[in-house]
């Protein structure tokens, strides 16, 4: 089954303790993205990675860092969060191609203390 | 900066009625306006899209509508169904280099379809 997975789906953890959210996508794609998600803000895009070793910021990328050392992974980084990071996140993939769609995952709900 | 705005933010329809979703943006370098709708609990995923140089675009109930001129453009959902409650995004990409693109957001409108 085509599909895009994250792990963990839940995670409560506190300030400063890193922590890496991992993506993984079984389609080929070469585009990866992130998103956060919080209520009323819609969904903001952290960084975006046309290929494998090039990744790009995206709107809100403070405080997260990425890396895409293999073309199917895309893990989040959050080096020292906190509350404010508290959001859901989603993680994204899409073929390179013009107008394709992107494959989202089901989501991490992160909650930093 | 909020680059694509979108309204409304909630909005409720009752059965087999038309649900309007209008979304506007600022920057003309955008070439593509995808539609995601999103479930609770789920990831978005694509319903429709439309390219600028086309002014509608029909996909069963759903329909898209795009106004170059006045940079703005709206989802029509026909005979709207409790189904189709759920919480709409619009969007927009912008290529930023050879290859490469960024997609930004709308804020979202939850959409209730009542019996």
């Known amino acids: 089954e085509a599909q895009v997975t994250q792990n963990p789906r839940y995670l409560i953890t506190v300030t400063g303790k890193k922590l890496t959210v991992t993506c993984s996508q079984n389609?080929?794609?070469?585009?990866m993205s992130w998103y956060r998600q919080d209520p009323g803000l819609g969904l903001r895009q952290i960084y975006y990675s046309m290929n494998v070793e090039v990744t790009d910021k995206g709107d809100v990328p403070e405080g997260y860092k990425v890396s895409r050392k293999e073309k199917r992974n895309f893990p989040l980084i959050l080096e020292s969060p906190s509350p404010n990071q508290t959001s859901l996140y989603f993680c994204a993939s899409s073929a390179r191609s013009s107008y394709n769609e992107q494959f989202f995952g089901p989501g991490t709900r992160l909650t930093v203390l | 900066q909020q680059q694509v705005k979108q309204s409304p933010q909630s909005l409720i329809v009752q059965k087999g009625g038309i649900s309007i979703i209008n979304c506007a943006y600022e920057n003309t370098a955008f070439d593509y306006f995808p539609w995601y709708q999103q479930f609770p609990g789920k990831g978005p995923a694509l319903l429709i899209a439309?390219?600028?140089?086309?002014s509608e675009k029909k996909e069963g109930r759903f329909t898209i509508s795009f106004n170059k001129s006045a940079k703005q453009f709206s989802l029509h959902i026909m005979d709207s169904q409790p189904g189709d409650s759920a919480t709409y995004f619009c969007?927009?990409?912008?290529?930023?280099?050879?290859?490469?693109?960024?997609?930004?957001f709308g804020k979202g409108t939850k959409l209730s379809v009542i019996p």
């Open positions: 439309i390219r600028p140089d086309v």
């Open positions: 389609m080929n794609h070469e585009y």
């Open positions: 969007a927009a990409r912008l290529k930023t280099g050879a290859g490469s693109y960024q997609l930004t």
